[in-house]
């Protein structure tokens, strides 16, 4: 399974950006998709998560602001972020989770700033 991010990018505060994780491979294995973020001298942390069965979980810190969404016949993931803060700067890793294996994209930046 290969997992490709995009859409990242530079974003005044307010403002809205869209990620999108783009599945290939044995996608059909993944049951769960999520986001997580790593901002720098930070761990990485839980966005948000959709199972299959249309479960989801966010942060604390985004619910209300991000929605996670999944396009099953195009094997796409997607956040989409709204009301952006300074501090929901961080890089955006897309992860996909089969029964016995746990996939991760490159990663792709998204700088909250004025």
């Known amino acids: 399974v290969q997992l490709v991010e995009s859409g990242g990018g530079l974003v005044q505060p307010g403002g809205s950006l869209t990620l999108s994780c783009a599945a290939s491979?044995?996608?059909?294995?993944?049951?769960?998709m999520g986001w997580y973020r790593q901002a720098p001298g930070q761990q990485r942390e839980l966005v948000a998560k959709m199972t299959s069965g249309g479960t989801t979980d966010y942060a604390d810190s985004v619910k209300g602001r991000f929605t996670i969404s999944r396009d099953n016949a195009k094997n796409t993931t997607y956040l989409q972020m709204s009301r952006l803060k300074p501090e929901d700067t961080a890089v955006y890793f897309c992860n996909g989770q089969s029964t016995m294996w746990s996939y991760w994209g490159q990663g792709t930046q998204v700088t909250v700033s004025s």
């Open positions: 491979g044995s996608s059909a294995s993944l049951n769960t």
